[in-house]
């Protein structure tokens, strides 16, 4: 299922941004999925997962509060809605699904936080 991340940006800290992931295939509405992200010189990170049908969602501690996790089966999107955006969310963040086996990643979508 390929997968496109987008919704990026520069933003000051305490602003929010809205991420989206497109999911091409029917494949996207049976899999629980996640949004993941990786700094620069840091290992790629687990930031919040959704269920197949949005039933259960968890979070970072680092992000809790601060993001909202969301997917709407019959567009194969699945959203990052962040508020309260903080330098350390600087990031290129990516979605695929919330364990292996992984989909092919994409490019991912940069976010970067001004402090």
């Known amino acids: 299922v390929p997968l496109v991340e987008s919704g990026g940006g520069l933003v000051q800290a305490g602003g929010s941004l809205r991420l989206s992931c497109a999911a091409s295939?029917?494949?996207?509405?049976?899999?629980?999925m996640g949004w993941y992200r990786q700094a620069p010189g840091k290992q790629r990170e687990l930031v919040a997962t959704?269920?197949?049908?949005?039933?259960?969602?968890k979070y970072a501690d680092s992000v809790k509060g601060r993001f909202t996790i969301s997917r709407d089966n019959a567009k194969h999107t699945m959203y990052l809605q962040m508020n309260n955006l903080k330098p350390e969310d600087t990031a290129v963040y990516y979605c695929?699904?919330?364990?292996?086996?992984?989909?092919?990643w994409g490019q991912g979508t940069q976010v970067t936080v001004s402090s």
């Open positions: 959704i269920s197949t049908f949005g039933s259960t969602i």
């Open positions: 695929n699904a919330d364990r292996p086996p992984y989909d092919h």
């Open positions: 295939g029917s494949g996207f509405s049976f899999k629980a």
